[in-house]
């Protein structure tokens, strides 16, 4: 009786945790992409201003010195 206890309980306690540790690393590494993603655009626009010369044009039409940060 022991030997098939563990056999039938043992996978059904292993399993879910192994999914639930599987599904919280994917979200933890979901979080990390989606924060690599993110771009400042005052600071994108700021860097290229000093850039060439459409660059620049864009950064007067935008008017960066007025934009509140």
Not at 3 to 15: D, G, K, S
């Amino acid at each position: 009786m022991p030997l098939e206890f563990y056999i039938l309980v043992i996978p059904f306690c292993v399993i879910p945790v192994f999914l639930v540790s599987l599904e919280y690393l994917n979200k933890s590494a979901e979080l990390k992409r989606k924060s690599f993603n993110v771009i400042d655009f005052d600071k994108f626009v700021k860097r290229k201003e000093e850039g060439d010369a459409v660059d620049s044009d864009i950064a007067k039409l935008l008017d960066i010195d007025k934009i509140a940060a």
